[in-house]
């Protein structure tokens, strides 16, 4: 994990000279063993939990705040793809509080009618 | 020879002129998007209220289509009586919704789940919560190997033992294990967290990509690339807080637990990259 918060957001990422030479960052943009600092918690994300009846963040655990072509963005698993943020919005400095509105907000688009899930659903489900 | 014929078949496959812009899969979170907090296409329930299924002369399918009809109906504390061991019950539930075993489940039981809180009083089989996506699923007893094989998320817990390969191919998710763990277990895991209360068997953790192993007990031996990491206090206090939620104790105390990593020393996909490609292309 890089000292520098922003650093994957200022810089290619390309640190060491193999990175260099193959033109692409190895590894996670960000720390995928970070477990979450629940003093953080969003209301959103409360009350998400207290829905749900989980007294943690229970899958949200693995949901960071990532980077892709040096924006921030939010990986879905549902569509297997990174969902940016939006530029307009201010991030907080620490990586912790950027989880939990990484989290936030793809618990907004995953359970929006627009999310592609909706469309799958309604031409594979079964019964 | 060999080269000239693989950089043809590029060619005709249309590697070099196939046009990439404008096929993006990039995709922006919408600030008008709304506070749903479930699936649109999941059923509305009701925690309060309850239902009973008696499982003694039902298949698996009937079964899991009763749990199915009860959630239409908005029921969101479902019981299933004499489940007998069948395999496959209480897959696929997209739902958030409360759902008791009373009994023991065979082979995948509980897999491909994304959302529910899952109480089994008795034992499962093999690969029990597979490619689980999210929600709980507690086990009162011991269960089989690859336990919780390919998970993406949620909590999976026993309370007993759990045979080999637990969390083979890992994705996310935390796996508890109350008792002991065999051989293989964390094997190519990728992410998320396991915690093993007690002792763990041979080559724990082997290939592992990413992610973090806890053991509170002894590691017979560990595998290819496992190593062994310093716990910082946000490891314990997670810790803590995890198995306080599911009762579950620690002989030594959630300080004195191992935590396994990866080494990275298998990360040298990317020293093949380039070579890879020149023979491709």
């Known amino acids: 994990m890089s000292k520098n918060i922003d650093h994957f957001i200022n810089t290619d990422g390309l640190d060491s000279s193999r990175e260099k030479e193959i033109g692409q960052h190895i590894g996670y943009r960000y720390d995928v063993n970070l477990v979450p600092d629940l003093k953080y918690l969003t209301p959103f994300l409360k009350k998400y939990m207290e829905i749900m009846g989980w007294s943690d963040l229970n899958w949200l655990e693995d949901v960071h705040m990532g980077y892709e072509e040096n924006r921030p963005a939010v990986f879905d698993r549902n569509i297997n793809g990174w969902v940016s943020v939006p530029e307009d919005m201010n991030l907080p400095d620490s990586q912790q509080e950027r989880d939990m509105i990484a989290r936030e907000l793809l618990i907004k688009f995953q359970m929006s009618e627009k999310h592609p899930l909706v469309d799958l659903n309604k031409a594979y489900r079964r019964f | ?281």
């Open chain 2, 1 to 281: 020879m060999e080269k000239l014929s693989t950089q043809n078949k590029s060619h005709e496959m249309g590697l070099h002129s196939e046009k990439l812009s404008g096929r993006t899969q990039q995709r922006f979170f919408s600030a008008e998007e709304s506070e749903n907090f479930v699936y649109p296409f999941s059923f509305e329930v009701d925690y309060d209220k309850s239902g009973t299924i008696d499982a003694e002369n039902l298949s698996s399918k009937e079964v899991n289509i009763e749990i199915r009809k009860l959630m239409e109906k908005g029921v969101g504390d479902i019981t299933i009586k004499n489940p007998k061991s069948r395999h496959g019950l209480g897959v696929g539930i997209l739902n958030r919704l409360k759902l008791t075993f009373e009994g023991s489940l065979g082979y995948f039981g509980c897999g491909l789940i994304d959302g529910p809180n899952i109480h089994i009083k008795g034992r499962v089989g093999w690969s029990c919560g597979e490619n689980m996506m999210a929600g709980s699923v507690l086990i009162e007893k011991n269960a089989g190997s690859t336990f919780g094989a390919a998970i993406r998320g949620g909590d999976l817990i026993c309370r007993g033992d759990v045979g080999a390969r637990t969390g083979i191919d890992q994705k996310g998710g935390t796996i508890i294990v109350g008792g002991r763990t065999g051989a293989f277990s964390g094997f190519m895991m990728q992410r998320g967290r396991m915690i093993i209360c007690g002792d763990a068997g041979i080559n724990l953790g082997d290939s592992m990509y990413d992610g973090t192993i806890y053991v509170g007990g002894n590691i017979e031996s560990l595998g290819v690339d496992a190593v062994e990491e310093p716990m910082s206090e946000l490891d314990a206090s997670w810790l803590k807080s995890k198995l306080d939620l599911y009762g579950i104790p620690t002989k030594n105390g959630v300080e004195n637990m191992k935590k396994i990593v990866s080494g990275k020393q298998l990360w040298n996909y990317d020293n093949l990259e380039p070579s890879e490609k020149k023979l491709v292309l």
